[in-house]
């Protein structure tokens, strides 16, 4: 079967400091991988998705940025965080067009 | 922008009955998906449904599709007090690898 993981779990980070979240997949092979963002009781905002290897593309412009150095693994970066960025980070796995399966999430707080 | 738009924003009713919560979007869609979230927690798939299937059940659960009116609704029957969680709907659009969009969400409370 499929397991999604991500970590950290949780992350308290100063204003202005470098970003690296990981996601990994495992089970299954040239997954869609997406990371999505989640505001204070808000739903889920797409930031980042991925078809392949290297291939990433953004939905909306911010300080952040995605990378898939391999086939089951994405990467969410930042050079600088802002306080704006604080929030609950998801990442999730897909076939094309199917069901999104969810990571446990990584609740980032920037001070 | 924002796609779905689930309602009520927050529902609290007695264990045993029954919750629906509705969700509407605005253009066409290839499928619907419904999630369960527990506080501070993943997201948890429930359901999904075709753009061309008008219901569909698992369990306890039933979910209705109705693409002219560009709505769908969940219906919990026999509700339990772990079921208190909030509830979103996501749409995905044809086409492409796109992902998600996402609701504000249904924080639904089950009273013991």
């Known amino acids: 079967s499929q397991t999604i993981h991500q970590w950290p779990a949780t992350l308290v980070q100063p204003v202005g400091s470098p970003l690296s979240l990981e996601c990994t997949v495992e089970?299954?092979?040239?997954?869609?991988l997406y990371w999505y963002r989640q505001a204070a009781g808000r739903g889920l905002q797409l930031l980042f998705y991925?078809?392949?290897?290297?291939?990433i593309s953004s939905e909306v412009p911010q300080n952040l940025s995605a990378s898939r150095p391999q086939d089951r693994q994405f990467i969410l970066s930042s050079k600088k965080l802002l306080l704006s960025d604080s929030g609950f980070y998801l990442c999730?796995?897909?076939?094309?067009?199917?069901?999104?399966?969810f990571g446990p999430g990584t609740r980032l707080l920037v001070l | 922008s924002q796609q779905g738009e689930e309602d009520p924003q927050a529902l609290s009713i007695q264990e045993g009955e029954n919750a629906t919560m509705n969700c509407s979007y605005k253009?066409?869609?290839?499928?619907l998906q419904w999630y369960r979230q527990n506080s501070g927690r993943g997201l948890v798939h429930l359901i999904l449904?075709?753009?061309?299937?008008r219901e569909k059940h698992s369990g306890r659960l039933r979910v209705t599709l109705d693409t002219s009116k560009k709505s769908s609704s969940l219906l919990i029957t026999a509700s339990r007090a772990a079921d208190t969680a909030s509830y979103f709907c996501?749409?995905?659009?044809?086409?492409?690898?796109?992902?998600?969009?996402f609701g504000k969400g249904t924080h639904l409370i089950i009273q013991p």
């Open positions: 996501a749409t995905r659009r044809g086409g492409g690898a796109d992902g998600l969009t």
């Open positions: 999730a796995w897909s076939r094309p067009q199917e069901t999104q399966y």
């Open positions: 991925s078809v392949g290897i290297g291939q």
């Open positions: 089970g299954t092979s040239n997954p869609n």
């Open positions: 253009t066409s869609i290839n499928n």
């Open positions: 449904i075709r753009s061309n299937e």
